[in-house]
């Protein structure tokens, strides 16, 4: 008799709770740790910095990982400095090569055509005009790097789609379609054996924050 007594009650005391339950309202939490956030959110209002912030600007003159500063003005001189004195950092390898035409055929190809002759689609459709071929234009290092840095008239600045070696890597590109247009020499490839030799330490470093960059790229 006492156990059917227990066993009514609990069921009643089942059927309350559930029956409290309300869908429109957040249910009961119990050790509640993981649904109160401990960090700051976003745009929330806190008082350890001035104006309820949470965070701060970067102290000046702070640079974003992978990136690196460029000196050059976008000015004519800018320009004229880069393309006298910049020069590509990077080794001639097949890989740097490979990726070079491999970004090339994404962001150039559309206007300067894949032989880099100005046909390219958007030329060839009169979408635009006026692209020239790299034969007609100073092709150095530092030029086809500050171009892309920040573009140049009606053509954009590529400097937030690729980071600083990838722009090295499409400059070998369009130095040796300069070069199959103009009939000069290609670039000399550079034996990978050889380089880890010479500049083991440096091959190294480059590979860290070519690993980090692309991470952040993607
Ligand atoms: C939307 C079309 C377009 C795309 C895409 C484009 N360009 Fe250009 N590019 C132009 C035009 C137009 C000019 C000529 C600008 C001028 O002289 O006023 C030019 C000029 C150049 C020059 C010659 C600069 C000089 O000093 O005379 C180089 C080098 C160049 N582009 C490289 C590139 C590279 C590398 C890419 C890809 C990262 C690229 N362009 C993508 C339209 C484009």
Request: charge should be negative; charged fraction near 20%; glycine fraction near 10%.
């Amino acid at each position: 008799m006492k156990r059917l007594l227990n066993i009514s009650l609990l069921i009643a005391a089942v059927f309350t709770l559930v029956g409290c339950f309300d869908e429109n309202k957040p249910n009961y939490q119990y050790m509640p740790n993981m649904y109160e956030p401990v960090g700051y959110e976003t745009y929330g209002e806190y008082q350890i910095f001035e104006n309820g912030q949470s965070a701060l600007l970067p102290v000046e003159g702070s640079i974003p990982r992978g990136w690196m500063p460029y000196e050059y003005d976008n000015t004519t001189e800018g320009k004229e400095l880069a393309s006298a004195e910049l020069m590509n950092p990077e080794p001639v390898t097949q890989e740097n090569l490979d990726k070079g035409k491999e970004l090339y055929d994404i962001y150039c190809a559309v206007c300067h055509g894949s032989k880099g002759d100005g046909q390219g689609i958007l030329m060839k459709n009169e979408v635009f005009l006026g692209i020239p071929s790299y034969a007609d234009r100073v092709v150095t290092d530092g030029n086809v790097y500050h171009v892309m840095m920040y573009g140049l008239n009606s053509m954009g600045s590529y400097a937030s789609q690729t980071n600083e070696l990838e722009r090295w890597q499409i400059t070998m590109h369009v130095q040796n379609l300069t070069a199959a247009l103009t009939g000069g020499e290609p670039l000399t490839v550079v034996e990978l054996g050889m380089e880890t030799e010479m500049e083991g330490d440096a091959e190294e470093d480059s590979a860290d924050t070519e690993s980090t960059e692309t991470d952040e790229a993607e």
